[in-house]
């Protein structure tokens, strides 16, 4: 079975055309970095009754995500450079509802993709109990839940303890991402992310979606205005709309093609 391997800002997946069987199964066995190909899970991408394609997502532990940011810009390049499509305005179906693409072309391959996200829902910042300690999160869904804590230092954020915490923490029952937030001005953020069923990820599309959204919301960013989320794995830029509607562009480049034995 073939699959190709491609990275938004270091957050990387193996996509594949058509279905397969047992993808969770799957996701797990190739996922892993040591015997298998390395990655952050698999993308599924086939042809829809509702939009231009659809897409599904399974984690490194095989759970089924609902949407993936740096994923579905990937998905953008993957049906453009492969010649399933010459639009370069698109719609991809997820679980989180359809998702409307725009790529950026030079020189016959897709350079960056600009998603039009939906709009992101920020609820009152909530302080919970986590290792013995009082964290104030904003909780902020996208498709997916995330939940964002402004910090001081994002470099040295506890990654590892506190968002692996989070990510299980009873206030969210199906898990969540825990971004770790630091404001360096009005148009730009310093955040890593422990992600749901991936734990630490070079990037996180959705969440720097939802942290730019928490900090419009908490009057730390404006609104209509291009925000750099700077990422381990590089920048995206985000923008919020006072209707809550969210853009965001970024790269997508193809890694390698692999085939490999299921």
């Known amino acids: 079975m073939r699959f190709t391997k491609m990275e938004g800002l270091g957050n990387d997946y193996l996509y594949h055309f058509g279905e397969i069987e047992n993808p969770a199964e799957v996701s797990i066995k190739l996922s892993d970095r040591h015997f298998g190909i390395g990655s952050d899970g698999i993308i599924l991408i086939d042809q829809s009754d509702k939009a231009d394609f659809k897409m599904r997502i399974f984690n490194a532990d095989g759970s089924e995500a609902k949407m993936c940011g740096n994923g579905i810009r990937c998905v953008g390049k993957f049906v453009y450079d492969k010649g399933c499509t010459d639009k370069t305005e698109i719609e991809i179906e997820t679980l989180s509802g359809i998702k409307y693409l725009k790529l950026n072309v030079r020189d016959g391959k897709v ?106 919301k908490a009057g730390l960013c404006d609104f209509d205005t291009d925000i750099s989320v700077v990422l381990d794995g590089g920048i995206l830029t985000v923008r919020v709309l006072e209707d809550g509607t969210v853009f965001m562009t970024g790269p997508a480049s193809t890694v390698c093609e692999c085939e490999v034995e299921i």
Request: with cysteine.
């Open 111 to 216: 350079e960056s993709v600009r998603v039009n996200m939906g709009k992101a829902e920020v609820s009152p910042p909530v302080t919970l109990s986590v290792r013995s300690e009082e964290i104030t999160v904003f909780p902020v869904s996208i498709g997916n839940p995330h939940a964002v804590t402004f910090v001081d230092d994002a470099e040295n954020a506890p990654l590892t303890t506190t968002g692996a915490a989070l990510e299980k923490h009873s206030y969210f029952p199906g898990g969540v991402n825990a971004e770790f937030a630091q404001i360096i001005d009005k148009n730009t953020i310093r955040m890593r992310v422990w992600e749901r069923g991936s734990g630490i990820t070079m990037a996180c599309g959705t969440g720097s979606c939802a942290t730019a959204a928490a900090a419009v």
